[in-house]
């Protein structure tokens, strides 16, 4: 999506302060932290949100979530961290690009 913030993200076109890249996945601090730590996890592939997910995505929702606690450990959350998946304007998504946000506090 041209104008998808995420997406320009993660092709490279707007810098971010990235904690882990791969082929499928960008993961960067949020610029509003929540907590110490506060970082998204983000698909590369454009998907607006969790309930445009199909069964197609398991592998990508699966990688997300194991992805989660292995960051958050080297982020310095050893001893927690929250998740928090916003889905539609209801339920306080801002940017419609699906991402899992990952923080807490050292």
Do not use: W
């Not at 959350?77 to 539609?88: D, Q, S, V």
Request: proline share 4%; with cysteine.
């Amino acid at each position: 999506m041209s104008d998808c913030i995420f997406c320009k993200i993660a092709a490279g076109d707007i810098p971010a302060n990235k904690v882990y890249e791969d082929d499928d996945v960008v993961a960067f601090h949020d610029i509003k932290p929540a907590g110490d730590v506060h970082f998204l996890l983000v698909p590369k592939r454009h998907v607006e949100s969790l309930a445009h997910c199909g069964a197609d995505d398991a592998a990508m929702l699966g990688k997300l979530m194991l992805l989660a606690p292995q960051l958050a450990a080297e982020q310095g959350l050893e001893r927690g961290f929250k998740t928090a998946i916003n889905t539609g304007r209801g339920g306080g998504q801002e940017v419609f690009h699906l991402h899992v946000h990952v923080y807490g506090n050292k």
